[in-house]
């Protein structure tokens, strides 16, 4: 390929330069003159081809390189950017877990059950000030009698049967003293 770009050329220049017979020069002369150019050239074109066949695998292998690079280059920016987003989803999680606590002791404070106060809306209380966040706990306070009864007084409850009413209700009357001795 190379051969026949270079006889191409060599036509052309001997052609061009070639003295005319008006001219009266020696055409041999010239010719083995443009010859020896072109030979030259030749040489110098295989030679350059030489250093580009050998350099090529070499840039092909920094190209390779390069790609690598930015490759690594992103995944380690990705890697980056998704290690940043977990470390602010940890923060907000701590600052939540910080502010939950603080609700619960100040429910506690307050009197009001921790199950309560688990459901509030962090964002309606103000943390900051201690005294209006437990008045605000205060209204959702627990009242009533200590113990969980209720405060109706009409109601009746549940009692338990004494053992004389259960001895009396599985044994009966003929077997009491029989079994206990009386």
């Not at 350099?55 to 380690?76: C, N």
């Amino acid at each position: 390929m190379t051969d026949e770009t270079s006889d191409g050329v060599l036509n052309t220049l001997e052609m061009e330069d070639a003295p005319t017979q008006a001219d009266g020069g020696d055409h041999k002369g010239q010719v083995t003159k443009l010859r020896a150019e072109a030979a030259k050239w030749r040489t110098q074109l295989r030679d350059v081809e030489k250093q580009l066949r050998s350099v090529l695998p070499k840039a092909e292998q920094l190209e390779q390189l390069e790609l690598t690079k930015e490759t690594e280059g992103q995944k380690l920016t990705e890697k980056i950017a998704e290690l940043e987003e977990n470390l602010s989803k940890s923060a907000a999680m701590a600052v939540r877990a910080q502010q939950e606590s603080l609700v619960v002791k100040l429910a506690a404070k307050a009197g009001v059950d921790p199950e309560i106060a688990a459901l509030l809306d962090l964002s309606k209380l103000d943390l900051e000030d201690e005294e209006k966040a437990l008045e605000t706990l205060g209204k959702l306070a627990v009242t009533g009698t200590a113990g969980g009864r209720p405060t109706n007084p009409g109601r009746v409850e549940a009692v338990q049967a004494t053992d004389a009413e259960l001895r009396e209700l599985y044994f009966g009357n003929t077997r009491k003293s029989a079994i206990f001795g009386g």
